[in-house]
């Protein structure tokens, strides 16, 4: 009997792209593409897998029968099987199939089919898992749960297919259906689709252009106070199962919902007089099996990896509320209670017959451009900060214009099928992050997963106690989501360097990363995402700009003859330090310099026209004391901006560093500190 190493014993380093090329005695092992398998069956050191970032691996092996155990009886069987050996296995992918031929018989096809369900089993579980963030999500938008579910599907389809973040999982969130609530408020739902669709086509457009490239004017804190944010917003959301029950559920109307930016809505239910809580009994069962499906989420990956901890936290819940609970005549809020998401394969919106779509027209678009807007600009920031948090936990980045391309897509698909729109879920894809679906792969299957249960498999899903989603979103939020270090920073921030010293506390980060940390936490909650972002994005460049201002130093000295003056200048001109540059130079000190006045700019830097002005205003004020000033030295990047507006330069001498006076040069020391600084 033939048998083989779990995973995959040894392959080559060289490698594109991770595509391995393995050899007949690698082909039968279901996974040549991967790392060695643990016994557990988790993958390590694969540079696609979430265990090359640091989740623990570990290196025994163990030999298992190839196909369960399946027995050659001779070689010759087992060379037929091996017929065209040499293919190449991907995570996610299905290259298997065809590479480097096509399979020659059945029995070759289906042990390939075998050989990439065993690499990608955790891509599939991924899948499954994340039906309860889909259903979630639905639930939390305050929208009509089919149309965000139908969206949900579709978009995660549409995005895997078109190349979007591997292992992102879109779909509709609360921001993106809050967005959407002032049309729908005052012109009804069948305008909605024409808004999702208007945003769909503002993020292509956005990719297209290659706007992406903004992406890097958000901070790391930015960062970090948006991940901390919403694991408190999604954290707090779950508590809104338990405040309805059950008739007043959900308004398909929409009415008495909040704007876009209220302040105080992420906690309302917890403030609202006009509904009241459960009953304590189905109350303290919602608490207890939320608590349960936690500590399932917490435990069983120490256990074994071989079961998403996530989906058996869900099994876990269905059986509780159903083997116990509801046994012992108490009982907790189920999916069928909120909603109905049974449903039929969508129709285009132009001809279902449930939707009156109004002709496009300029009226039209006068009503819904303004929640488009809405729609393209917080579906594509949490898109793209979704994409750049998973950059950092998988490690594979993504690329954001391809990102923003592929949302613009599902967008107006989802409108043209009656979906409301979303975006990428950050709790979601770390739902699916932590079964390891880190592949389009895994986005796939999440949207087809729910399309099967919206066609035909609801009743499998409307019998799930919301308890049981609340206890998986609590786990997300608060082990993977919320950066409880960030808050030890903070705390670090308080004390000075001598306090920090004596407790040992090594965690201090600027202050000013603090505040944007906070005020971004805080934006979130209060206002919006969108707010958010700006907000702190200004912040930042505010901040940094303030820095900058002060790290301009300058130089003097005077040649050992006395015949000529060097002004060594290094830092950043720009806006913030153009005026501070100048103060630096008074008339009533530079007029008893000497005649020849060297502007020295090797260590400087001009960013835009205002540093420029500055630099020609100083030149300016030198030969009006009838100074000769020359410039030398500039870098290529300043060289450029200024060639831009030559005619500003005409008359002003310009030397390189051999044309300088050497004795002025040698008069320099080679270390000096600075004489004035700004």
Request: aromatic share 10%.
């Amino acid at each position: 009997m033939a048998q083989y190493q779990q995973g995959n014993p040894s392959f080559t380093d060289d490698y594109t792209n991770g595509d391995y090329t393995v050899d007949e005695s690698q082909m039968m092992e279901g996974d040549p593409s991967a790392p060695p398998m643990s016994p557990d069956g988790s993958a390590a050191n694969h540079p696609s897998s979430p265990h090359s970032q640091g989740y623990g691996q570990e290196e025994d092996e163990e030999e298992i029968d190839v196909e369960a155990g399946e027995e050659y009886e001779d070689e010759d069987d087992e060379d037929d099987y091996l017929k065209g050996a040499e293919y190449e296995y991907e995570v996610g992918g299905l290259n298997c199939l065809w590479k480097p031929d096509r399979p020659s018989s059945f029995r070759e096809f289906t042990g390939r089919c075998g050989n990439w369900l065993a690499l990608n089993r955790e891509q599939i579980a991924s899948g499954i898992t994340v039906i309860p963030e889909v259903a979630s999500a639905a639930l939390m938008a305050g929208i009509n749960p089919l149309r965000a579910l139908q969206a949900s599907w579709i978009m995660n389809v549409i995005t895997a297919v078109c190349g979007g973040r591997p292992g992102m999982i879109s779909g509709t969130t609360g921001f993106v259906g809050l967005a959407l609530l002032k049309v729908v408020e005052e012109h009804g739902v069948d305008y909605v689709f024409y808004a999702v669709m208007f945003a769909g086509v503002l993020q292509l457009a956005f990719g297209l252009m290659g706007l992406g490239a903004l992406m890097r004017l958000v901070p790391n804190p930015l960062m970090v106070g948006f991940v901390n944010a919403m694991g408190l917003l999604v954290a707090a959301q779950q508590f809104r199962y338990a405040k309805v029950w059950p008739d007043q559920a959900f308004h398909q109307d929409l009415e008495g919902r909040r704007n876009l930016i209220e302040i105080g809505h992420s906690w309302g239910h917890f403030t609202d007089k006009d509904s009241e809580w459960i009953r304590t009994s189905s109350f303290i069962v919602f608490i207890v099996e939320a608590l349960i499906c936690l500590l399932v989420c917490v435990l069983l990956p120490k256990a074994t990896k071989k079961i998403p901890s996530t989906f058996a936290a869900l099994i876990v819940g269905v059986i509780a509320e159903w083997a116990i609970v509801r046994q012992i005549g108490h009982q907790s809020p189920l999916v069928e209670d909120y909603a109905d998401i049974s449903s039929t394969f969508p129709k285009i919106v132009w001809s279902d017959p449930t939707i009156n779509m109004p002709g496009f027209t300029w009226d039209t678009f006068q009503k819904i451009y303004l929640s488009g807007l809405a729609v393209f600009g917080v579906g594509l920031i949490e898109s793209l900060l979704t994409a750049n948090v998973l950059n950092d936990r998988i490690g594979n980045n993504g690329l954001k214009n391809r990102i923003a391309m592929s949302q613009g897509v599902g967008n107006v698909i989802a409108g043209i099928f009656g979906g409301m729109g979303g975006a990428g879920m950050i709790s979601q894809s770390m739902i699916a992050n932590k079964a390891y679906g880190i592949t389009g792969l895994s986005t796939f299957l999440s949207g087809i997963t729910l399309l099967i249960i919206i066609v035909g498999a609801s009743p499998a899903v409307q019998f799930i106690p919301l308890a049981a989603f609340a206890g998986i979103m609590f786990y997300i939020c608060f082990f993977n989501l919320i950066q409880w270090g960030s808050m030890l920073n903070g705390i670090a921030a308080l004390f000075p360097e001598r306090v920090r010293d004596m407790i040992h506390l090594d965690y201090k980060i600027q202050r000013s990363d603090i505040l944007i940390m906070l005020l971004v936490t805080i934006m979130t909650l209060v206002f919006d995402l969108t707010v958010a972002v700006v907000g702190g994005v200004f912040i930042a460049v505010f901040v940094y700009a303030w820095d900058s201002s002060n790290r301009v130093v300058v130089d003097r000295e005077l040649s050992e003859d006395g015949m000529n003056v060097t002004y060594n200048i290094s830092g950043p001109l720009f806006f913030a330090t153009s005026q501070s540059f100048l103060d630096t130079f008074p008339a009533e000190e530079i007029e008893h310099d000497p005649e020849d006045v060297i502007l020295l700019l090797e260590g400087a830097e001009i960013f835009d026209s205002s540093g420029m002005v500055a630099l020609k205003k100083l030149h300016d004020r030198f030969e009006a004391l009838g100074k000769v000033a020359a410039l030398s030295s500039l870098s290529p990047t300043s060289r450029r901006i200024m060639e831009k507006s030559a005619s500003m330069w005409e008359g002003v001498s310009f030397l390189e560093v051999e044309e300088i006076d050497e004795e002025a040069l040698e008069s320099i020391p080679s270390n000096i500190g600075p004489h004035s600084e700004m």
